[in-house]
């Protein structure tokens, strides 16, 4: 990757990585504008003040504008979800191996039977 392209890299993921700004973009990947209220439940414990940054940023960066109706992804947005679509595949197949190798015994380690031990009758 040229400097350019590293750079430009950089500075979207500096912008996706902030908190809550990847859950507003999520939340709009249906299409329908949201107001602020209903983008703020949709989201889920975001203060107003955050999502109003986040907000900000976002339709900065011109990837979400508003509208009559609310809050909406652009056209750049939309293109961005459209890539990272792929990212609900992959965080299902990953979530089952995660619950995978919770259930799996360590490496190494052997299931031992237990001995039964039983009293003699009547002790």
């Not at 107001?35 to 949709?42: A, E, I, M, N, P």
Request: with cysteine; glycine share 10%.
């Amino acid at each position: 990757m040229s400097t350019k392209e590293n750079a430009a890299i950089s500075q979207l993921l500096a912008l996706l990585e902030a908190r809550y700004a990847l859950r507003v973009l999520w939340a709009l990947r249906d299409g329908h504008a949201q107001t602020f209220r209903l983008l703020q439940d949709s989201v889920g414990g975001i203060t107003p003040n955050t999502l109003n940054t986040r907000l900000k940023e976002l339709r900065e960066a011109g990837l979400i504008c508003h509208g009559g109706d609310g809050y909406s992804l652009t056209l750049a947005g939309q293109d961005l979800l459209k890539r990272l679509s792929d990212l609900q595949a992959f965080a299902g197949k990953w979530q089952t191996s995660q619950a995978r190798k919770a259930t799996a015994p360590a490496p190494g380690v052997t299931a031992v039977a237990s001995p039964i031990v039983t009293s003699p009758a009547g002790g």
